[in-house]
């Protein structure tokens, strides 16, 4: 791959690599607290009493984000359609993987109001579902060899997926700002603007790439 990436692609992997670290490190050190090792973060009572969708969440969730943005690279789709077909196989599952334990910590788990209240419950139920649902017509468009509306889908869904590495990067800021943690409606409006803002850049992102798909077009003479 070294040699197939663009300089400017490698900028990408690299960046968003780095942008979801922060919430992939913090998913793999949960699950070796549960698999039986230290607790090296603060203790999770509801991933203790029902580890499996926590840890299905976070395989799920670390695959999509980390794995997902080589789907992005036009080299690889370019250079090797094979491997581009086969991850995306493997991202569509672990896509659904990370909405679905979502859905199911959302509606089953019990959160302390100071860290859910009814707007953050609504908003995740309908981005757990939406983020499924985009996926799968995703998967009908490439089978009928739209790669523009595949593409589109696909982002638009990656943006929901990478909604813990935006509401980690800019709680640490509020953190250093404020020196405490959102709570309460402050924290359900916070982590709900931070989607927002995933899915306007996606919005942004997928409109260039109509225009780009257009101006590919040759225009008859």
């Avoid at 230290?38 to 203790?48: G, H, K, Q, T, V």
């Avoid at 009908?140 to 590495?165: D, E, F, P, T």
């Avoid at 924290?187 to 709900?192: L, S, Y």
């Amino acid at each position: 791959m070294r040699n197939v990436l663009t300089t400017r692609e490698w900028t990408i992997l690299i960046s968003i690599v780095v942008y979801t670290f922060i919430p992939a490190f913090g998913g793999m050190i949960r699950i070796l607290e549960l698999a039986g090792g230290p607790a090296l973060i603060p203790e999770n009572p509801r991933a203790l009493a029902d580890p499996i969708p926590v840890i299905s969440h976070i395989m799920g969730s670390v695959v999509f984000c980390v794995a997902g943005v080589v789907q992005f690279l036009p080299s690889i789709r370019r250079h090797h359609p094979s491997t581009h077909r086969a991850m995306g196989r493997i991202l569509v599952i672990a896509g659904c993987v990370s909405a679905a334990s979502g859905l199911w910590m959302t509606l089953f788990f019990s959160f302390p109001n100071a860290l859910q209240g009814s707007l953050l419950f609504s908003v995740r139920i309908i981005l757990g579902f939406l983020m499924i649902g985009l996926i799968g017509w995703a998967v009908v468009a490439i089978r009928a060899r739209n790669v523009c509306r595949h593409g589109s889908l696909m982002l638009r869904a990656y943006a929901i997926g990478q909604g813990a590495s935006t509401q980690a990067l800019f709680g640490i800021g509020w953190i250093v700002i404020l020196g405490t943690e959102p709570a309460g409606l402050q924290r359900d409006v916070f982590m709900v603007l931070c989607w927002l803002l995933n899915m306007l850049v996606a919005e942004i992102l997928v409109q260039r790439l109509i225009a780009n798909m257009r101006s590919s077009i040759p225009v008859p003479i």
